[in-house]
């Protein structure tokens, strides 16, 4: 009952926002699942960023990164996915023998979570003071999040840092300048998971590209400040102006 008395409101919001502007998701996973929801059309507008200082990234890390707000739905989907699907693949490759995933966000977890101890190839952090150090430590950003609905803020991040990231094609269904093999690579099963961690660890210009790539990507359409982001705002703005605009 409390779940559709929220869905309820949140499509009552949604059908006032299109009455007098503008319904709008920020991922296209979520277009689908509003208009079904609140039965009016709905506009994509990607959130934007101010600029991130780049990490000065160091050549020889071996750390990767799984990174998230532990009070979130979205991160703990992403922790019960990666520790039940990729996790066991991963710990009996080679790849806990010459890096080290590092689970890192603040907030605390659910006690039915259940997230391996530190051992071999993984250390749990938790909350970390200097979060600009883990980037720069990092060979790539971990996102591991099935679910289709949402905008994966981890990953502008990553890409504002110049960080390389790894993520499952879930994630890259939110975001429409995801190209694999550019700014990012895209896996889709334990296996590919494991081949990409090898790929970039053992391709140090593949990383760096990745970095670059994704460093691009932000700058060129993630920033607040650049032309694409201050174009889609003002066309949404001028579109919702109108409706409370009186025709002569």
């Known amino acids: 009952k409390r779940t559709a008395h929220i869905r309820n409101e949140e ?36 959130l934007s960023f101010p600029l991130l200082d780049q990490a000065q ?35 009996r490759s080679d790849l806990p023998q010459f890096s080290t995933i590092r689970v890192v966000g603040a907030g605390k977890l ?19 003071e200097n979060l600009m150090e883990e980037f720069a430590q990092a060979r790539a950003v971990l996102v591991a999040v099935p679910i ?13 840092r110049g960080v390389p ?37 053992t391709d140090p210009l593949l990383a760096k590209q990745l970095g670059s790539g994704g460093r691009q990507t932000f700058e060129q359409y993630y920033w607040c400040e650049n032309k694409a982001a201050i174009k889609r705002y003002r066309e949404l703005s001028l579109k919702a102006v109108a409706k409370q605009t009186p025709s002569i």
């Open 148 to 160: 289709s609905i949402g905008f994966r803020t981890r990953v502008i991040e990553a890409w504002a």
């Open 11 to 46: 499509a009552s919001a949604l059908q006032e926002a299109h009455q007098r502007g503008v319904a709008a998701a920020y991922g296209p996973g979520d277009i689908a699942y509003i208009r079904d929801n609140a039965g009016v059309p709905v506009e994509l507008c990607e």
């Open 57 to 91: 990234i160091n050549p020889e890390a071996r750390d990767f990164l799984l990174l998230g707000n532990f009070t979130t739905v979205h991160t703990r989907y992403g922790l019960e996915y990666f520790f039940q699907e990729i996790w066991p693949h991963w710990k």
């Open 165 to 201: 990231v790894i993520m499952d094609r879930a994630s890259a269904r939110g975001l429409p300048e995801v190209v694999d093999n550019k700014n990012c690579l895209v896996a889709d099963s334990p296996a590919e998971w494991l081949n990409c961690a090898h790929r970039i660890l």
């Open 110 to 128: 659910p006690f039915n979570l259940n997230i391996p101890k530190d051992c071999q190839g993984l250390q749990f952090v938790g909350f970390a």
